[in-house]
């Protein structure tokens, strides 16, 4: 049957109508897509600034703690050389005080004598030797806090943001980390939180940390250097101890005592020749024999010797073991790769991801750390390298 003349095409408005169904639909949905798509790459990009903004941080505590411990060994290491040149006095001072008694008796006096002049020269290749080392030593601390504070003022935040927005612009050079134009067109109710965020952060990096002296330090670098010693037996014997020898007679005790301790910054070593007797009621106090004692300090090869004047530490309360780094996402939709299609625009309003990492001090478990004790907790502290960055387990899109 064939249609009339006056009811032809009538059904053209219909297709016409659903074909711009359809092709609103595929915008919608092409649009919706590639928004998808780009707030995924945002929230990428957010998670590896705020990752690296963390692990930047964590890099440079790590580095301060390493170069702390560098400084306690260095300085220790001062303490020993100053007490082997005593002990090597020691040696040469009681084999002169015996070869002016020996010289007269035959054969024994010469070899004495040989001694005495064998002695004399490792005494001074020691002390010629301590003359260049202590000063060395003094010297290269000095380059290890000059490197720590570089590292103190690579955290500033300015340094921070730096990274994390090169690290952003890797996934897309249209992404911002932490752009405040970006985050002016973000809601009202949105703005502040992530700005009190983003200025809490910039004022707590560069402060997380700073700078101490030994002399106001509430003696903590001292008690560092005591654990050093205790935490060697061989040392602790060596400068702390007795180095040297006891003989129990009858009546009579002989010991050869040498100790060194800390004076401000300096070493002092001494090593002498004592006895005591015993009396009705036990034995008596050690005395010196002889008038002559061994000394040697630092500052003798180093007049300017300063052990380890500052140093660097966490600052505020010592249960402060955490640090946030927040790195917002943001990326102009009119970059967005969308079709303007039936009225569809971009908004203003840019697409935005939050992303929080932290920097934590964490000491590890194991065989390897048992002098701590596995149910004992460590404050976070600059002295033991324990610092690690990972991502918080929540990201914010918006």
């Given amino acids: 049957m064939r249609l009339s003349k006056h009811h032809r095409g009538q059904v053209a408005p219909v297709a016409l109508f659903g074909v711009l169904i359809c092709s609103a639909v ?111 030593i003094d010297a290269w601390n000095a380059n290890i806090r000059a490197a720590q504070a570089e590292a103190h003022a690579s955290l500033a935040f300015r340094n921070v943001q730096s990274l994390m927005d090169q690290t952003g612009r890797t996934y897309d050079p249209n992404i911002r980390i932490n752009d405040s134009d970006a985050l002016s067109r973000l809601p009202d109710e949105l703005q502040p939180l992530l ?10 990096v560069p402060a997380f940390i700073q700078r101490y002296t030994s002399s106001r330090d509430s003696s903590s ?30 009546a009579v005790q002989l010991r050869k005592r040498g100790a060194t301790s800390v004076d401000g910054a300096d070493w002092r070593a001494e090593d002498q020749l004592q006895f005591r007797t015993r009396g009705v ?40 073991s955490a640090l946030r780094i927040a790195a917002i996402a943001t990326k102009a939709q009119s970059s967005v790769a969308t079709a303007d299609l039936l009225g569809m625009t971009a908004t203003a309003q840019p697409l935005a991801v939050a992303a929080v990492a932290r920097v934590e001090f964490r000491r590890p478990r194991g065989s390897a750390f048992v002098s701590l004790g596995e149910r004992r907790h460590e404050y976070a502290n600059l002295f033991n390298p324990f610092w690690e960055a990972k991502l918080a387990p929540v990201t914010w899109g918006f």
């Fill in 26 to 136: 595929l915008v919608v949905m092409f649009n919706t897509g590639q928004k998808v798509t780009e707030r995924s790459q945002v929230a990428n990009a957010a998670d590896a600034a705020a990752y690296s903004g963390a692990v930047w941080t964590a890099r440079h505590l790590n580095f301060i703690a390493y170069s702390n411990r560098a400084m306690i060994a260095n300085h220790v290491a001062v303490g020993h050389f100053v007490s082997y040149v005593s002990w090597v006095r020691y040696i040469n001072d009681s084999i002169e005080a015996i070869d002016r008694v020996t010289q007269w008796i035959p054969y024994v006096g010469q070899y004495v004598d040989m001694a005495e002049q064998i002695s004399a020269q490792v005494r001074g290749a020691t002390e010629q030797a301590a003359g260049i080392a202590i000063p060395a």
């Fill in 195 to 204: 700005q009190a965020q983003l200025m809490t952060q910039s004022a707590a």
């Fill in 221 to 250: 670098m001292q008690q560092l250097v005591n654990a050093s010693l205790r935490g060697n037996a061989d040392l602790q014997r060596w400068i702390v101890g007795e180095r040297g020898w006891r003989e129990n007679l009858l």
């Fill in 281 to 320: 009621f036990g034995w008596h106090r050690w005395q010196r024999i002889g008038d002559r004692v061994s000394t040697a300090r630092a500052r003798e090869f180093d007049t300017g010797y300063s052990g380890v004047p500052t140093y660097y530490n966490v600052s505020g309360s010592p249960s402060d």
